[in-house]
């Protein structure tokens, strides 16, 4: 079992930013791609951010690239999501996910390829 645990949101003004991080446990880590998801209120659960195994490919969501960045540091079991000019429709739910599986080279978009899932942290974007 991975367990995932995040951290870091709150609120912010909108052109604000944060950081957010995800620590895991397990010693395969480092071989698992993973991934950010946000969920606001009465919408699907989206596609933020994901990072292969080895931080070598990134990819994210249009509505989010330039203004995000995700990392990880597998040294210490933790995935980052850098958050700058944040905007009133980036408010949601930010989940951490990991797919356990090892090596995955392109991590997936969809939900149904992670297996293990924080419990979530608020982000609220004021105007």
């Known amino acids: 079992q991975v367990q995932v645990v995040e951290s870091g949101g709150g609120l912010v003004q909108a052109g604000g930013s944060l950081r957010l991080s995800c620590a895991a446990s397990?010693?395969?880590?480092?071989?698992?791609?993973m991934a950010w998801f946000r969920q606001a209120p009465g919408k699907e659960r989206e596609f933020v951010a994901a990072?292969?195994?080895?931080?070598?490919?990134?990819y994210y969501a249009e509505s989010v690239k330039g203004r995000f960045t995700i990392s990880r540091d597998n040294a210490k079991n933790t995935v980052y999501l850098q958050m700058n000019s944040l905007k009133p429709e980036d408010t949601a739910v930010y989940y951490c996910?990991?797919?356990?599986?090892?090596?995955?080279?392109?991590?997936?978009?969809?939900?149904?390829?992670?297996?293990?899932w924080g419990q979530g942290t608020q982000v609220t974007v004021s105007s």
């Open positions: 996910a990991v797919d356990g599986v090892s090596g995955t080279v392109v991590p997936g978009t969809a939900p149904l390829a992670y297996k293990y």
């Open positions: 397990g010693r395969t880590f480092s071989t698992y791609a």
């Open positions: 990072i292969s195994w080895s931080g070598r490919r990134t």
